[in-house]
């Protein structure tokens, strides 16, 4: 079976300084897909990232990078010098991939981000 | 292009109605997937089509809820004899099958049963 641990209910930060957002996951699969999520306020979920298993190499987007480490089972997110629109709930996912088919996903629990002035 | 809609945004009911709940996917999406958010907690998957046919409903939590999809679009998940539990966000996604596997969520329904 499939699991999403997000060990972090809430953190709290000061705008401009850097936070990271641990994910770590259980699966028996090789092959899967891992994605970040943010729901803000308003409540619709936002896609940010969607990582296979094959592909260790770590992302950056702008203030927003992502560290795979298979070794560990670990999916975390860094937002670097956050800002207030940053304040959301962060959810970490994990989808099967099966060829050619899609599949649910499996969430963690989510992380509270809040970031003040 | 628009995106994942849902209606109605907010359903307030009475313990033992019935209730539907309505999906409309992002035109062209063949995967469409229902969830569930308690307050406070992460989604629940519910059911997932491919097409017209739910090849998963492991999510399902009881008899009294269903979902159908027609014409690879719109989908309905009904819930029987509603109970208190029962309230939650009901979310909907949808995907283009193909090795992306993003989904894309609509805004949900806010569903509380009285």
């Known amino acids: 079976a499939q699991k999403v641990t997000q060990a972090q209910t809430e953190i709290s930060v000061v705008e401009k300084e850097d936070v990271t957002l641990d994910c770590v996951y259980e699966?028996?699969?090789?092959?899967?897909?891992l994605f970040w999520y943010k729901q803000p306020p308003s409540g619709e979920l936002v896609f940010l990232i969607r990582?296979?298993?094959?592909?260790?190499q770590n992302e950056i987007s702008g203030r927003y990078s992502w560290n795979f480490q298979k070794s560990t089972s670990s999916f975390n997110f860094t937002i670097t010098a956050s800002q207030v629109v940053d304040s959301a709930v962060y959810f970490c996912?994990?989808?099967?991939?099966?060829?050619?088919?899609?599949?649910?996903?499996?969430f963690g629990t989510g992380t509270r981000l809040q970031v003040t002035l | 292009g628009a995106g994942v809609s849902q209606s109605p945004s907010n359903k307030v009911t009475e313990k033992g109605k019935d209730v539907e709940l309505r999906c409309d996917p992002i035109?062209?999406?063949?995967?469409l997937y229902w969830y569930r958010q308690r307050l406070g907690q992460g989604l629940e998957f519910l059911i997932y089509?491919?097409?017209?046919?739910?090849?998963?409903k492991s999510g399902l939590p009881s008899d009294r809820f269903s979902a159908e999809r027609t014409g690879e679009s719109v989908s309905t998940l009904t819930i029987q004899r509603t109970q208190q539990e029962d309230s939650a966000v009901y979310l909907c996604?949808?995907?283009?099958?193909?090795?992306?596997?993003?989904?894309?969520f609509g805004p949900g329904t806010r569903l509380t049963v009285t």
């Open positions: 996604a949808s995907s283009l099958v193909s090795l992306s596997y993003e989904q894309y």
């Open positions: 699966t028996r699969d090789t092959t899967y897909y």
């Open positions: 990582r296979n298993s094959f592909d260790e």
């Open positions: 996912a994990l989808s099967e991939a099966y060829t050619g088919t899609a599949s649910k996903l499996t």
């Open positions: 035109s062209g999406h063949t995967a």
């Open positions: 089509f491919q097409g017209n046919s739910a090849p998963d």
